[in-house]
């Protein structure tokens, strides 16, 4: 289940209904290593998350951990009001983001919590103050990403120039990693379910300053997949900012992301979501992505990834539309084995009506070969495509 944002009932062509858009929090004081994605699920008005997450330490500079910190059993209030006297102190503003981290990690409530103290400003403002302090910035960009998960802070933050703020802080420290993994976080959760963000962030400069970061550090896993995963968000329903990706040579990097981590099944998950929203629903991308794209790419990840429905439905989404394009990327997925990956997905995900329908329409456009029909009959893919037959009478009579 996802947020409504990417509910089942948003489709493309009447045929894809694919999730679109996450949301990413901070546990604790610690990094994720993205082993991990948290999904906002808001039907109900409720957070709940899926969590399977490993996480490594790092050095805070000060107070890590609670004891012995001169703020650990203050309010958030006290706190923020404590950080407001303290603004100039680079040490006293990171304390105070570490022990305001600390009260909002775990649960929405205390992000709310947090977030009602009005710290927002102050934090937006120490980002000028400290513009020399990267562990400071670091630090406070990490608070941001937090408290972003309440709806009406990223309305606040728009409104306070953070959104502004916190990519000039990129754009200022290129070469630091970990301002440059929490700025794209920031990006994927402070556009989530917003288009007036996601149309700000796309004209300030935030998707510059995410292929920036995926050009400068190619091999670090986390900050590739956070950037997937604000370009995810960044392009959904927002047809100015799918031009953009376009434009910048955005889908290069995405494809070049997916080829070198290929293995790494979270960031495969973020990347080809981040392809639909970027190319499906854009006709110029979705020829740039026929230009660009190798069907191995794809393939690979179908195949390295057979278990992840996520990754299934949306490689399946993606070949659909290239084969439709080009009939020379047709034959070779044919060539390269798509066939028997389909026909597995069609057997791994069998209960799932919208897979199955996706494979099975899949293998129509790829059934135009006549060596494409043969393989499907060796594989028995006709099985395949009989039960999919049935899975879509019961469908259209439910």
Known sequence: TYDPEVSRGVSFNDIFSVPVSTVYRRENRRIMSFSKVEIAVSDSGQWSTFETVSSSDVDLGVCK?????????????EIMNWMGHHKSSPEDIMEGCTQLIRLSSGKPE????????????????????????????????????????????????????GIESVILTMRRNPTHRAIQVEGCTFMANVVF???????????????????????????????????????????????????????????????????????????????MVALCNVSLYCPENRRKLLSTCREKTILTALRLHQNNKVIAEHAIALVTHLVGLDSG?????????GIELILAAMKNFSGDTEVVLKAALLLRHLSTFEESRGAIFRLNGIEALSDALIIALKHDAC
């Open 65 to 77: 951990s609670s004891e012995g910190c001169r703020l650990a059993s203050c309010s958030p209030e």
């Open 193 to 271: 379910q917003s288009s007036n963000n996601k149309v700000l962030t796309g004209r300030v400069g935030g998707i510059t300053a995410l292929l920036r970061a995926m050009r400068d550090f190619p091999w670090d896993v986390v900050l590739q997949t956070r950037a997937c995963l604000a370009l995810r968000n960044i392009c959904w329903t927002s047809e100015e900012n799918q031009i953009l990706v376009g434009e910048m040579r955005g889908i290069g990097f995405i494809l070049a992301a997916l080829a070198r981590h290929a293995a790494d099944h979270t960031l495969v998950e973020q990347g």
């Open 329 to 337: 990327f047709r034959r070779q997925v044919c060539l390269e084995g």
């Open 110 to 161: 205390g992000h709310g919590l947090v977030a009602e103290a009005g710290v927002l400003a102050t934090l937006v403002e120490c980002l000028a103050l400290h513009s020399m302090h990267v562990a400071v910035l670091e630090k406070i960009i990490e608070l941001m990403c937090a408290l972003t998960l309440v709806p009406a802070v990223r309305g606040i933050l728009r409104s306070l120039d």
